[in-house]
């Protein structure tokens, strides 16, 4: 009896442990994702990341999925306008190069109707705050660069 209750207790704490990875710190985290504000957030980090780095000559690891609306904008508009691009591989959770690692977070503050884009590059990042006022994303303040 002693051993078939220990057996329970085993199974039920095995039921407890988790093997799925935690979640990921970067990405998109904004609830309503309507694809034309994101879209115009993410040219906006294009033209910032265009004047800190020069396309045809700078090639970014990205470093985590980017399939949300912000990340497909970005890597596609990223490409676009020269950059190499090497993409992350969800299986292995790595890439292969010696590109510049690049993350980013999109997040928004529900109170204040603000949102903000802060993208990493290697140990460097750029933030940006945005509002949105009469149907529209607007920039909210200037490029911040943390170097």
């Not at 329970?8 to 990875?21: K, M, R, V």
């Not at 040219?43 to 990205?62: C, G, M, R, W």
């Not at 292995?92 to 204040?112: H, K, N, S, W």
Request: contains cysteine.
């Amino acid at each position: 009896m002693k051993i078939l209750a220990l057996l329970f207790i085993i199974i039920g704490l095995s039921g407890c442990a988790t093997t799925q990875p935690n979640p990921s710190p970067y990405g998109n985290f904004v609830i309503d994702q309507i694809a034309n504000d994101q879209q115009k957030m993410a040219n906006d980090t294009i033209e910032q990341l265009v004047s800190l780095y020069p396309p045809a000559k700078t090639q970014f690891e990205l470093k985590h999925s980017m399939t949300d609306v912000f990340g497909a904008a970005l890597v596609a508009g990223m490409r676009d306008r020269g950059f190499a691009i090497l993409e992350f591989n969800p299986v292995t959770e790595e890439t292969d190069g010696d590109g510049l690692p690049l993350r980013y977070v999109v997040d928004q503050f529900t109170d204040a109707n603000l949102y903000r884009i802060t993208v990493l590059i290697g140990d460097q990042s750029i933030t940006r705050a945005y509002t949105k006022q009469n149907g529209t994303v607007l920039p909210a303040g200037y490029w911040v660069r943390k170097e």
